[in-house]
């Protein structure tokens, strides 16, 4: 049987006859040939053409739904009680291109101007370099940018943009190719917060950055004409990211970036498409919802404004801004109130529904919901792009359980601007050709601390909430609406 046939019998549609079709699919050899026959009186005709673009692993979906055991290694929205979503990156869907030049630019321009950088940084655009890649770390004293196995072993690396021959990558962090500091590293992420000797380069904000950290190393080893013992550079690249990312920088219009986002918002940010906003409100009627961004409440709501309409925050049970994640999942940082943008006092009389907080803990907000539902225990999801800060640190250190918003699961297939030669896949790789592919750290972590993951929220929009997805509980079946290239 084909696998997109077996998708639409997983979807176990609600209409009349559908378990006499089901067994009737899935005992017939040659069903695949009469599959729009079955479905078209029963209207499942748009159903059909949504499964053709589903690759799932033959043994996870060869069961019914009438087996427990197969409902239970499935994903669905219907089995929360409530569901909560991440700002940047989930519901506003950035421009990537204009967003990542934006980034690199003001960022290169304040290391020539303010940090006597030469003046060659400001001359490759992101466009012309294959050097882009999710995830990357760097070595911030040695100049070198690493990627790493599920192990935690480097499978490639680069001095500057130059990338390193395996032998060069023995020979200075070991036969076994591990440097220590970057074990357990999303551990390490979430627990410490002295000085690292690294930096993860873990999401969207924060990738054209690297693209510069690495023109830096390239610009003073030509400077010196050669390679340094080493670089001191991190701490004016911190003070770039001060400068550009500050707290402030949104209602004082400084620092170059928010400022270009006030001036022409459609150019880096799509406002939502009609079905997710109608996705959001069907699932708001069926189920409490909340928003929980690390944006700060001046940002964060003219943002969400901007993407999902004045009337947005009808759309969510609360609001939480300012939410310094990771942290908020592990530490117990008080809930502030807010007197419009100003955070004022602690909340201490428990949180109230309709409105927005700043900063908070995972602690009194599941208390606020578990009260709301009239459950001791209500299950609660949280969907969001930071594979450390909304996937792992909740999965890990909480009871909520999330959905990983992962671009890159399109992007290698369509050969976007997410996808580098010089660095290979996002979900997978190996050391030198020949060797067999691992998982990568980012795979591994969001194949064992998300439900499913999916490129955007409008790949399941048009799906009703009730429907039910293969999860990760089947190897890399959560995936979806497809398995990433490299699996």
Known sequence: MSLALKALVLSRQSYPGWSHITKCLLTCSRATVFLEDFIKPFHLHSTWLKCQQLRFVHSSLSVGFEDKGSVNSTFSFADYDVIGFDLDHTIAKYKLLPTFELVWSILADFLVKNRNYPPSLCQTPVVSTDFLSKGLIVDKARGNFLKLSH????????????????????????????????????????????IQPFFVFKDNFVIAPALTCAQIVD??????????????????????????????????????????????????????????????????????????????????????????????????????????????????????????????????????????????????????????????????????????????????????????????????????????EMWGSYFSDCLSDGEKSENTLWADLIMKHSQIAIPDLESVTSFPVDQRYPSFKNGPNGFFPKLPKMF
């Open 151 to 194: 192990d935690h072993s480097i499978v490639r690396a680069s001095h500057g943009t130059t990338r390193m021959t395996s032998d060069e990558i023995r020979h200075i962090y070991g036969t076994n190719r591990i440097w220590e500091p970057v074990m357990n590293l999303a551990d390490r992420l979430c627990y410490q917060n002295q």
């Open 219 to 420: 610009a003073l080893d030509k400077e010196q004409g050669k390679s340094s013992i080493c670089y001191d550079f991190w701490k004016d690249v911190y003070d770039g990211f001060m400068y550009m990312f500050q707290r402030d920088a949104f209602i004082k219009q400084v620092g170059g970036y928010f400022p270009a986002i006030q001036r022409d918002i459609s150019t880096y940010i799509n406002p939502c498409d009609t079905n997710l906003r109608k996705w959001l409100d069907d699932l708001h009627s069926k189920k409490k919802t909340y928003l929980l961004t690390g944006s700060n409440v001046d940002y964060a709501s003219y943002l969400a404004e901007f993407c999902l309409g004045p009337k947005w925050k009808d759309k969510f049970d609360l609001i939480i801004t300012y939410a310094c994640k990771p942290g908020f999942f592990i530490a117990n940082r008080p809930f502030l109130n807010l007197d419009g943008i100003n955070e004022t006092s602690v909340v201490k009389e428990g949180l109230q529904p309709g409105r927005i907080y700043s900063q908070g803990n995972w602690q009194e907000l599941h208390t606020f919901f578990a009260q709301l539902v009239g459950k001791s225990k209500p299950k609660i999801l949280y969907i969001g792009d930071s594979v450390l800060e909304d996937v792992f640190a909740p999965s890990k250190f909480t009871s909520c359980e999330s959905v990983a918003v992962v671009q890159e699961i399109v992007s290698e297939e369509s050969s976007g601007l997410l996808t580098s």
